[in-house]
């Protein structure tokens, strides 16, 4: 099976109008500000909620240049492949584990990483991945994206590769 990335006639989303924006900050910056929140139970720990039907999410900070979102994850919850419209992100998992999913290079197929409790992950503007609880337990993530998101892409995996279904705006989150 070819894990090409196939896009049908899915606009991309256009860039923030408006003023200019300052430039984004680097995947690594990203790591490093969800990292020393992580070391601040106190700050994010207490607004945890957990929800039955899906992610329970809340956005703890948003600023021209970053966001920073808490999620949690009960087993068998997922985001599905999607991308971050463009910005650059990371993400850090504070308690229990989780598993991501996401494309190699050419003939690498579908890589699949176990996150555990500690493990931050960063990545640049173009990147696709599907998140999941796969264990037995909750988990709980910090995110941080730059520029703020604006837009998400969702893709569903096929025999033809990752093919995009969904261009989705804050409205639907």
């Not at 809340?58 to 600023?63: A, G, T």
């Not at 971050?84 to 504070?94: D, E, P």
């Amino acid at each position: 099976m070819s894990l090409d990335l196939v896009s049908p006639d899915l606009a991309p989303a256009p860039a923030a109008s408006g003023a200019a924006r300052s430039a984004p900050l680097s995947p690594n910056a990203l790591r490093s500000i969800v990292r020393e929140l992580a070391e601040q139970p106190d700050r994010w720990l207490p607004r945890v909620r957990l929800a039955a039907e899906d992610r329970w999410y809340e956005r703890l900070e948003r600023s021209e240049e970053h966001e920073i979102w808490l999620i949690s994850w009960l087993p068998g919850q997922s985001t599905g492949f999607h991308d971050h419209g463009g910005s650059r992100g990371a993400f850090m998992v504070t308690l229990g584990e989780l598993e991501e999913l996401s494309l190699g290079g050419p003939g690498q197929g579908l890589l699949i990483r176990r996150l555990t409790s500690g493990t931050a992950r960063a990545f640049g503007p173009e990147y696709l991945h599907d998140v999941r609880n796969t264990g037995g337990g909750p988990a709980v993530t910090i995110h941080a994206y730059s520029p703020p998101l604006e837009s998400m892409s969702r893709y569903e995996l096929r025999a033809e590769g990752l093919v995009r279904t969904a261009l989705e705006g804050p409205e639907q989150w």
